[in-house]
């Protein structure tokens, strides 16, 4: 075991080492991971190492040695998996079945995992390196690029380009269910709902770093609340909206207040347990109808008319809707996208308050946080239950889309989607999160070869995630301030905001918002006010 | 009275259990602070390959203690091995970031490994042998508890002196005290800290692996989600005797099993795994430190 | 304030011209903060034992001693981050307001104002400098949930007053030119300004600077020392700093404390702690 399979050190030389282990201050660093900041990025870099390679023999060499490493290692992970994927259990006859034919796959792909792995592993210390150096140098160069992250979307940073193809995907949106399918319809509203759900849960996880991973139960809330509500009061879906929402905000206050007094560790796993218990008690409950669930949940009504018999013949007689489609789920449809496109203007506009920048605080550093009069406990209480809120909400709508509810629907297995969305998307961006549901439940409904594997990805993108782009595919990006330095003594400035890069300019060139008499207030695209 | 003894030798059987594992979580967390959500699938994988030797080796003629103890041995081998491979890909390229980060490293690693076994194996319920000999007890305490649950407590019993033994008087359990007490001396005064880690896993990992082969035996089933529950219980003995603390974690199980016994008892066996959740609540509310915790908790 | 260990205040020099502490000139005895029998116990270990001493209004006052001695601790105890075992602390935010600190959580602290810096950096990395700044304005901000939700004028207001505040803060100490960057992109010397900028932000009527000049270099720390002066008088307040560097506390404090093994062994003018032999003892050991 002297040979580590997946040791840098040995081959990939010191500055993938040391940014690979993590170790970006030196040694205290490393072991103090509370202190170090969230990137553990800030470190003095090391000298380039994968860079000029020499001469050609050394690039063989390099190869070489790289290759020798992946064989070790593939083969260390080949000998480990070997009894569980060889030695499969047949539980009908009693016996083992020797599947020694696995045993070349799992040869093929625990090798091809670890070049994939080394080279990431390598690309990502080098990337790290180079951005430390870059930034290393001096102080911040004059009306330079802005802030927070490149994006390769940067293009779509610039205010008219931004508008243009927020409407053009507006447009297509609202178009949508009178040119496609019931079947479309019914995906993408699933789609919809993940991303309200993502959202919510962005702001737990991503903006206030509060680790939820018990969200299904307080989508569950949601949903019982309107099945419950509905068959035993006989309330429609509009009323339920808000009292689920409401619900499920109670619920997240109740049970944050005994935990997020302590470390966020602990909320994790309360969360955790919280929704295991929340499902057997719903199967062990009688007035839940246990495990045979709630049947029967209406759609949303629209003023009493009766969408499928009086308005459908008229449409579909136009040739404007699929004649199978069910008006009752582009209803929901549009709700949801109500619902989304709401939950984006309120994300984006509480990232960008004094509430949001608390969450943000907290996520960065809670001693510095209460160190600026922020109380800790208050604002991880409102960002919990605000989270859940969004999960109540969404509940309801599902509960109507799907009209039958059950535990079944809300185990840990949608916490676990949940948060792969955010994860993969990038926590705390709005973009990350919608493109990171679109690509977890629209891809897996195309490509259904994968159904199997879902669980084993999730699980998989988390770890590979964390390791190699914790940011996410579209890092969040901060707002810009812009501003015209204070002409003399007593001088206002002038600040005006705008969005992503492009126009972060410093105030030695003074902006045309920060050049304007009066000054603009803080005002970003997405949020038209 | 009867049911009473009965149902504290099921706890007390439950209970060593709960601290074979819960040791390897407190353990991690005295040593990087970190909550190894993976924890409860090596515990998993431990009865898992204890069910495929057990069932390889027997193929082969082997019964009897020379089965119990090779199955044991590949059980621990490669759960140790798991343990070790886990930290190095999931953990160790994360040290220095935000706390954030390894745990939900940690989370995907676990539903990983579950979804894992459930593929190459099966997502069915399997039945476990009975792998401890007839030990021939009559008479006397048999009558309250079968020789499996007396077998499971005596083995916890060896394993947590073994492990006292290990801490106090080996070098390297000198090291993971110096490293859970202040990892910045530790390493200043030449500990590898790597190594501490590694080995900290490793251990942890190693207990688990019994953990998964008495269960087996006990429950006489096992299910790839079965690591699931029982981590979080686990977990929930750990935070319950004060987290990072040794005997604690082995007192908080073992209050743990007692309270899931009688709950399941007298009250409903509906919700005997509510129970653990409640009283995580119930501990974190009142005395985050745990039982045997204090201010400054005593670590490994 | 017990007999032996009362605060000692020895002619604090009045303060330089320009600076508005009314009080502090004429009175010898205006303390902006002053501490009784401050006693910290953690385990067995004694970290402060019967601390008692007294910053004056408008006044920088150092606080020195060897490495472990319980400088931090008492700072954590100052600001709610420890509650020590013994003793008061009596904080003053204007003459004739005293208000005892032992029981309040560190953003009460900060809300009252004491404004703090810390050893090891701690900024909020992945936010620009101006966000920085700006949420240490979160307590004189009013801006509640549905304020945020519904950016109302009044939420729009206050965000714009803040911005400009902040940005005019940081201009006002050369970081004006990165407010859009992110605070860990930011230079060494820089982030420890900004941390200073940032506890300004939060109006405070004391700052503690913990080791400001830490990883700085000679022409940094003097930029420093300069730093510190201005920062007392035009923001009107009072400071107290832990430093290891002599050169800075000689030339920037008026009056010193020494603190050994958790104790007060020495208080005076910077001139007269120099010669102090307790204090030559402390730091050199004994012979």
Redesign the interface.
Known sequence: MTQAPFSVKGQAGPASAAAASGAPGGPAAAVHAETAGPSGLSGPPAAPAAASPGSKAALLRRLAGELRAAVISAAWLTFLALPLVVFRINSAFGKIDYLWGRLPKLAAVTFLATLAWRFLLRRTAFSRVKEAVSEAGGPPPEGARGPAGRSWLSLLDRAPAKKALFLALAAFLLSVPFWTSPYVVLILITALIYITLGLGLNIVVGVAGLLNLGYAAFFGVGAYTFGLLHSGLGLGFWACLPLGALSATVLGLLLGIPVLRLSGDYLAIVTLGFAEIFRLVLVNVDFTNGPRGIRNIPPPSLFGIDLNGAVKPFLAGKGLLHPDMDLNKVLIYFIILAIVALTVLCVYRLENSRLGRAWLALREDEVACQAMGINRTRAKLTAFALGSTWAGLAGVVFASQITFISPASFDFMLSVMVLSIVVLGGMGSIPGVMIGAAVLILLPEYLREFQDYRMLIFGLIMVLMMVFRPQGIIPGTRRVYLYSPSPGAGGGAAPSAGDGEGQGEGPAAPSPAGASSAPAAPAGPAAPS | MELFLNLCVSGLTKGSVYALIALGYTMVYGIIALINFAHGEIYMIGAFTSLIFSMALGALGLSGWGLLFAVGFFAVAYCAMYGWTVEKIAYRPLRGQSRLAPLISAIGMSIFLQNYVQLVQTPNFLPFPDLIPDLGLKGGVSRYASQTQLAIVAATAVCMVALTLFIKKTRLGMAMRAVSQDPVMARLSGVNIDRVISATFVIGSMLAAVGGLLIGNYAHQTDFFTGFLAGMKAFTAAVLGGIGSIPGAVAGALILGFSESLAAGYISSDYEDVVAFVLLIAILTLRPEGIMGSATAQKV | MSGENAPLSPGVPGPEAGQAAPAAGDSPRDPVLSTSGVTMI??GLTALSDVSFAVERGSITALIGPNGAGKTTLFNCL?G?YRPSRGTMTFSPEPGRNIPLRRL???RI??LGI??T?Q?I???????V??NV???C??R?K???L???L?DRR??E???AM??FS??LL?RYGL???????A????YG?QRRLEIV??LA?RPALLLLDEPAAGLNISETRELDSLIRRVRDSEELSVLLIEHDMSLVMSVSDLVYVLDYGALIAAGEPGDIRRDPKVVKAYLGED
Do not use: K, Q, W
């Open positions: 953690f385990g600001t981050i959580a560190p953003d900060t809300c404004a703090r810390f090891n701690r900024l909020f990395n992945n936010l620009t101006l966000e700006l949420i240490a979160h307590s901000m801006a509640g949930l304020g945020a939700l950016r939420t729009r206050e965000e714009r911005a400009d940005y005019r201009e004006g030119p990165a407010v859009n960057h992110l860990r992109n930011l230079p820089a940032r506890a939060t």
